[in-house]
């Protein structure tokens, strides 16, 4: 139960519906318990007149229809208020679930790229949809039943004790022995259910790979040895499922047979009691009905119990990344200027995942409103300049200087928001064109968005599409090219119009033409702005004011294009090679 004292917080939010609901449900249980007496008052008023040898069939009419009419009354009025009672205590439940979906998605966002590295994606699918559903059974109708059970256990057991304390004690015999029971079943519960749920985070983790890489499985026909993957896993979340259901069936034939040792207890008893003259016929009546009443409740504690135990294992799951304090730290909350040359002194960077060192003892200086080319093959640490920049990693030595401040002293958010970075994959969201290139905008400004589609080179065969810029381009861009989904992602960046520009080989898919035609674009949209290209391609960043040429995570060679051509160097190898190539 610890895990679940998290959500505290959230029932103190909604404290006056919890204390609405509480009010309804003792309402409720109030009317639910005079039926009861009203039947054991019809049965000793319809058997004394038998008794007493009336023949007035009027008179027990009048009996049976005046307590009937109480019973129907108060089961209606029971009713009207159970409604009332959902319509707190369960809203109250759906609210602190929108709240805490929110935590847990702002909490996604806030993490660093190596928590998304580590972690994989369906398991964090999971927590936000299985594990919070779970969750919200423990705070709507696990609440709601608790509290139900204890009022009606408190009203139906001082009525009892009231009428006959012997009976009583004989009627919950059974009840201590359920509950010893359950403590030990309910243990068993907890570990089956946390194994279930670990099941079928990877059950999501297999189903979202085998989604995004379908193509690649359809090329290579391996959709034989993916649904096998996937057979076994769900012939294991299965067998684990079963094992879950096996332990909470044994429950309901137990509680039924503590029930019915119960009404044996009643009817024997109470007829030793009723000859004694300690109690009426009708008491027995009344006492069977109170069992009954104590019925569902009793059952129900089993059902509560697994559910309390399910979500609290996803509770201690949602809390083990919510408690997770974000690597990536926002120092102030005063906007900071992003302005003067950008200064990286000595920057070494090895991620703790893999333990690679991807930059080591760099050093160069970007001058405010100039272009820097950076050049290197596949895995020199290209990339990594730029994630430094946009500070999606703190570097593990040296420092980023923007002006006189140190990049971990300015406002996160403003730095990011100054930034238009443009990654290798170009990535897009499963929306409408439209919305892709407006994406840094609440409000799409139409204009803005077909200027910045014309300066990425992909406005005329937008407007050659059906619909235009309202063309659904489906999940990561999948109904367009390579290459349109780069321009895309281009003009997005064009739409932002950012103070930094940072190309990341973003323009890897796209021709010769299109491409020197959008480098010009930039070349006059960032005059006064800073400029990043990265490329493995030589004819993309020759034309920047300064080149650093990266390997093995270091700069061996640095100055303009035509420089470091005559020193013959990496460069110029490099160089040489692609132009035989072209």
Not at 73 to 88: A, E, P
Not at 215 to 234: D, P
Not at 323 to 338: A, C, D, G, R, S
Request: aromatic fraction near 10%; include cysteine.
């Amino acid at each position: 139960m610890r895990h679940l004292l998290y959500l505290n917080k959230f029932l103190w939010r909604y404290r006056n519906l919890l204390i609405i609901g509480s009010a309804f449900i003792v309402i409720a249980n109030l009317f639910a318990l005079y039926p009861a007496e009203f039947v054991r008052k019809a049965f000793d008023a319809v058997l004394l007149s038998v008794q007493e040898g009336s023949q007035r069939s009027d008179k027990i009419h009048y009996t049976i229809l005046k307590y009937g009419g109480l019973i129907v009354s108060f089961s209606i009025l029971k009713g009207v208020f159970m409604f009332f009672m959902r319509q707190t205590i369960i809203v109250m439940s759906r609210k602190i679930e929108f709240d805490l979906k929110n935590e847990i998605y702002q909490q996604y966002q806030s993490l660093s790229m190596s928590f998304y590295k580590r972690n994989k994606t369906g398991d964090l699918m999971n927590r936000i949809s299985e594990d919070v559903s779970k969750v919200r059974m423990y705070l709507g109708p696990v609440l709601m039943y608790g509290i139900n059970i204890l009022i009606l256990f408190y009203l139906v057991i001082s009525k009892m004790l009231s009428i006959s304390s012997t009976l009583t004690l004989y009627v919950l015999i059974p009840l201590p022995i359920l509950a010893v029971l359950v403590y030990f079943v309910s243990s068993n519960i907890n570990k089956r259910g946390e194994r279930v749920q670990e099941q079928l985070s990877q059950l999501t983790t297999i189903s979202q790979e085998s989604f995004s890489g379908i193509k690649i499985i359809k090329s290579f026909v391996n959709q034989a040895n993916t649904w096998k993957v996937f057979l076994e896993s769900c012939k294991e979340y299965t067998k684990k499922q079963i094992q879950l259901v096996k332990i909470e069936a044994v429950f309901f034939p137990l509680i039924i047979t503590m029930i019915g040792m119960s009404t044996i207890f009643t009817i024997y008893i109470g007829g030793i009691e009723s000859f004694k003259g300690n109690i009426t016929t009708g008491n027995i009546a009344e006492f069977i009905i109170y069992i009954n009443m104590l019925a569902w409740p009793v059952a129900s504690v089993g059902w509560i119990t697994s559910i309390v135990q399910r979500a609290a294992a996803s509770q201690e799951r949602i809390n083990d990344f919510l408690l997770i304090e974000p690597e990536i730290q926002n120092k102030t909350k005063v906007l900071t200027p992003i302005t003067g040359n950008i200064n990286f002194k000595n920057v070494s960077l090895t991620y703790d995942d893999t333990n690679i060192t991807a930059l080591n003892n760099v050093s160069f200086t970007i001058k405010e409103g100039s272009s820097l080319g950076v050049f290197g093959k596949t895995g020199s640490g290209k990339s990594t300049i730029a994630s430094l920049l946009c500070r999606l990693y703190n570097t593990t030595k040296g420092d980023i200087v923007f002006g006189k401040t140190n990049i971990k002293d300015l406002n996160l958010f403003e730095l990011r928001s100054s930034i238009g970075y443009i990654p290798q994959d170009g990535y897009l969201f499963s929306g409408s064109i439209k919305e892709n290139i407006a994406f840094t905008s609440n409000k799409v400004n139409e204009k803005k968005v077909s200027k910045a589609a014309e300066e990425a080179e992909i406005l005329d065969e937008i407007e050659k599409f059906t619909d235009g810029f309202t063309t659904i381009i489906g999940e990561r861009g999948v109904k367009i090219s390579g290459g349109q989904r780069q321009r895309l992602a281009i003009a997005r960046t064009f739409y932002k119009n950012p103070k930094l520009f940072i190309f990341d080989d973003c323009l890897s898919a796209i021709d010769a033409t299109k491409e020197h035609k959008i480098l010009k674009n930039l070349h006059l949209k960032k005059k006064g702005k800073t400029s990043i290209i990265i490329s493995h391609r030589i004819a993309t960043i020759k034309d920047a004011d300064h080149i650093i040429v990266l390997e093995e995570g270091k700069i061996v060679e640095q100055g303009d294009h035509q420089s470091l051509l005559k020193n013959r160097g990496f460069y110029y190898k490099i160089n040489k090679s692609q132009n035989n190539l072209t």
